[in-house]
């Protein structure tokens, strides 16, 4: 099985015992993305202070095991909302391949996007 589509399937199931387990059948697939966003950005933040980001407190050391936690953890949030609004684990790929090809074209000037594009260096600005 493509690794994508197991995640997709393990968040699934993941996502149907936790609706049933806590009872939250009644929550509308609008009000889903809304908590997930929110636990998201939760986890973004803590994804954060593992980075020493605080520039007013002392570095510590890196932990990239707990780095790797967290990303997983926003992972986990991401997958289940494209799994609220019927996004599957293909359509995610392709979507990403789009955009990934419109992003290039805008760093390098071919989008109808503007604004984007590498620029070389000036010689005054050398």
Known sequence: MDKLEHIFELQAQFDEALIEKRNLK????EEWIQKEV???VSELGELLNEVNFKW????KEIDYNAIKEELVDILHFLIS???KVGITA???YQTYLTKNRENFARQKGQSKKTGYEWEL?????L
């Open 38 to 40: 929110l636990a998201m």
């Open 26 to 29: 009644h929550i509308k697939p």
């Open 90 to 92: 293909d359509d995610l």
């Open 121 to 125: 260096p000036r010689n005054d600005d």
């Open 81 to 83: 909302m494209c799994l």
């Open 56 to 59: 007013w407190k002392n570095p």
